[in-house]
């Protein structure tokens, strides 16, 4: 009887470890897609800035009058 569970036993131990595993795996990409999505929005935060700041510039330049046509 006792050989009749040792190809059981050692499934069930196959199976758990396994699934310990693609747990793990599971965890790194779930962190993995975290981290692309702060990436991304800073990414897309900065290049937001970066065209704020140069319309600003070129509003000021406009209500100045410093189109930098001097010569």
Known sequence: MEKDREPLMRNILL????S???TGCAVVAVADAAVTVVATTVKVGAAVVGTTVDV???????????GGDEK
């Open 15 to 18: 199976i758990s470890l396994l």
């Open 56 to 66: 600003a510039a070129a509003g000021v330049k406009a209500a100045t009058g410093s």
């Open 20 to 22: 310990a595993l693609s």
